[in-house]
């Protein structure tokens, strides 16, 4: 059946000591409040270049946005941050590490929601959008909190690639992306559930889609690298994820831009891990899009006449 699902987990494991973070993941967060019932709580969207912090506009002008969500109690006048995102860096989360005394290839890929109080203007309005986009109760805001925790213990890791047979519409879709944006729309999409009505405003989300043909299951960690694998295809999974390794010189990069390009593009070959499974997807044209296409937010009313 296609897409594949997103496969949950009873619970999140602790991460390997060996995954080390560039930067700290959710340095100043903390529990999410119980708000009165009947506070009313106004949200908003937040989006903002990746990186901006470290780049500025740049991806911007890529149209390559990370999304979180910001709440402001009446009652109290306090704003609050949620987004959700990777604990070791997108690249950490795409590509493995290539250990020598492992087999397999060693993933360090975990992705988490993060709450904190304060909204950082400067940072959401300067290339971004801070827009309020509903009004909900204390009792909604509360209700949101109990999902989050469980959408959160058991949607535990990152998925970067959304993979789609071409760009048509209607095209089949073989896996969603598991991501910021995808944490926003799940949690507006909650609180549509709980009641909460949203204004009829634009909302764009960036999504980056790889092209194929139907992909073929290969198999886990264990049936592709265990005692009884298949050292062949193996060999040829982690002959694919070299050229992705971190910590590059210019030179070498420049080198193993080559080294991919040959593989995905001349070769239409990819091997996508997910679910904790390896896959292999027979690429086509035009092979990689990054889009930044509207979403738009939940509409009670047309649920309803949809009915």
């Not at 709440?71 to 250990?99: I, V």
């Not at 949607?155 to 047979?165: L, Q, R, S």
């Not at 095209?171 to 969603?176: G, H, L, P, R, S």
Request: charged share 20%; aromatic share 18%.
């Amino acid at each position: 059946h296609w897409p594949v699902p997103y496969k949950r987990f009873d619970s999140r494991p602790k991460p390997d000591p060996y995954c080390q973070a560039k930067y700290t993941f959710c340095p100043t967060g903390s529990p999410i409040p119980v708000m009165e019932g009947d506070d009313d709580i106004e949200v908003f969207r937040l989006q903002a270049p990746v990186w901006e912090f470290k780049y500025g506009d740049l991806l911007g002008h890529l149209k390559i946005m990370h999304d979180a969500i910001g709440f402001r109690s009446t009652l109290t006048g306090k704003n609050y941050t949620m987004e959700w995102y990777e604990l070791f860096q997108l690249g950490n989360c795409t590509f493995p590490h290539l250990r020598p005394e492992m087999d397999a290839p060693f993933w360090c890929n975990q992705g988490a929601a993060c709450f904190f109080e304060g909204i950082d203007d400067v940072h959401w309005k300067e290339n971004g959008t801070l827009v309020k986009v509903a009004t909900i109760s204390g009792n909604m805001f509360n209700q949101m909190a109990k999902w989050v925790k469980q959408d959160n213990e058991t949607g535990i890791y990152y998925e970067t690639w959304n993979v789609k047979a071409s760009p048509e519409k209607g095209a089949e879709t073989w896996f969603d992306s598991y991501d910021c944006s995808q944490f926003v729309l799940r949690t507006f999409s909650k609180l549509a559930e709980f009641g909460a009505e949203f204004k009829n405003i634009e909302t764009n989300y960036t999504r980056i889609f790889l092209y194929s043909g139907e992909p073929t299951y290969l198999g886990n960690e264990t049936s592709v690298f265990g005692p009884t694998g298949n050292k062949t295809l193996g060999l040829a999974i982690k002959r694919f994820y070299y050229p992705f390794k971190p910590h590059l010189s210019t030179k070498e990069f420049l080198l193993n831009l080559l080294q991919i390009f040959d593989a995905v593009i001349v070769h239409r070959q990819f091997y996508l891990f997910y679910n904790f499974e390896y896959w292999f997807l027979p690429m086509k044209f035009p092979f990689i899009k990054v889009t930044y296409e509207e979403i738009p937010l939940p509409n009670k009313n047309k649920t309803l006449s949809g009915l």
